[in-house]
């Protein structure tokens, strides 16, 4: 007698893996960079606290260092490089916390990514609606 | 009984909160926007619903990633707003529904939505801002019921996951047995992607798309997986799915009322539509 498949036992593994993010210039937080990246967003996270802010700014290296970044991190954090800090495990949402301290909006870090001036970005978003 | 009157989704972008904040909403820029919105205050004056349920996103100001509910529901008496780091003026506290919302949390573990409960929760402009765009003068009364859904860390709720977390949320207020009026407020999108070198991508067309199907053929939407809708609107036009929530908590045969689409709102493409429940 030929066994037949019951759906119902099949083994889930084909429906719960998913392959790797394919779609350029796209950072697919996941648990990989979430793993990566827990230390510079969690230093980035305390920038919601305008003493942490401040605390950063008096002492850069002493602040990075309180919160354990590797090299790729805190090199990253020195040059202000979005797409670096995104490398590095950096979630958007954690990292504008971190360049609000600079006064650096989307606009800005979206002309820094794209290597756009602000303006050409600007004109770039203006051209979505035609 | 309570009843269910309709759903505002709205976008949420910071820089609308600047501008309100600013008072520059008749500025060249800003007019086209928020000429949309005046429309959906007229339809919720007339509604005069008593508690809002506000499904958004939270930025990382509630949650770090050291604990990342997928859907966290507010059971306070009252939801704080606070500086989120980069400049945008924080709003007065909002009154909460306790009552409501563990209502909401029993029949949603009822219905197998394993949902965490929130009895402190800061609110963030997810939240804020569309309060802000929707009840400018905050004159009358409103109590709320925030549903965080995880936007942040991958993997997300699927929209169809979304979609049906809506219908419960729906059946939900059906069952509740105080007299009560409620909305859905569901914010966040349409399409846009502050990061990578994608940075700046609107889908214009998807929109478009999405302002139609939200209304006659939300299961349409719901069908897409959140890695489609990150290729289609952009990494933060997943927020889309707070939409789905919302659209799942009202009846089939809903209505439009209004729409309003612009681009752009700083990165963003802001979308507004307005649905009536079916009496």
């Known amino acids: 007698m030929t066994p037949t498949i019951n759906p119902q036992n099949r083994p889930v593994t084909a429906a719960v893996e998913t392959p790797p993010c394919v779609i350029p210039g796209t950072y697919l937080f996941d648990g990989t960079l979430a793993l990566k990246g827990y230390a510079l967003n969690k230093m980035c996270y305390s920038f919601n606290e305008a003493a942490n802010r401040a605390a950063f700014l008096e002492d850069e290296d002493g602040y990075c260092a309180r919160f354990g970044l590797n090299d790729e991190q805190r090199d990253a954090v020195r040059r202000r490089d979005v797409l670096a800090l995104l490398e590095a495990g950096g979630n958007v949402y954690y990292l504008a916390k971190f360049t609000g301290i600079f006064g650096l909006g989307v606009q800005d870090i979206g002309a820094q990514q794209t290597g756009m001036s602000v303006e050409a970005f600007r004109a770039k978003l203006q051209a979505a609606a035609t | ?279």
């Open chain 2, 1 to 279: 009984m309570a009843r269910l009157v309709g759903a505002v989704c709205t976008s949420h972008i910071p820089a609308i909160g600047h501008a309100i904040a600013r008072g520059i909403e008749h500025e060249a820029y800003w007019q086209p926007f928020f000429a949309g919105y005046p429309r959906a205050r007229e339809w919720l004056t007339a509604a005069a619903p008593d508690v809002a349920i506000v499904v958004y996103n939270d930025h990382g100001l509630n949650f770090f990633l050291d604990k990342m509910p997928t859907f966290a529901v507010g059971a306070a008496r009252e939801y704080r707003n606070a500086d989120e780091g980069w400049g945008l003026p924080t709003t007065a506290p909002y009154s909460g529904d306790p009552d409501l919302s563990w209502h909401i949390i029993e029949s949603l573990m009822a219905q197998e939505f394993d949902v965490t409960s929130c009895q402190e929760m800061l609110v963030d402009h997810a939240f804020t801002v569309p309060l802000a765009l929707l009840w400018p003068s905050r004159s009358q009364p409103l109590r709320t019921v925030p549903v965080c859904l995880n936007t942040i860390q991958h993997p997300l709720p699927s929209p169809m996951r979304c979609y049906k977390l809506g219908q419960a949320i729906g059946r939900a207020i059906a069952a509740y047995p105080q007299e009560l009026r409620t909305v859905m407020i569901g914010t966040g999108g349409l399409s846009h992607q502050l990061d990578g070198q994608r940075a700046g991508f609107i889908n214009k067309e998807f929109d478009l798309m999405c302002l139609e199907k939200i209304v006659s053929d939300p299961l349409a939407l719901a069908q897409y997986t959140i890695r489609d809708l990150v290729r289609l609107a952009g990494t933060q036009g997943v927020e889309i799915i707070s939409w789905l929530v919302a659209r799942g908590s009202l009846d089939d045969h809903a209505v439009k009322v209004h729409s309003h689409y612009h681009i752009p709102v700083s990165n963003t493409a802001a979308g507004l539509m307005v649905l009536e429940n079916a009496a």
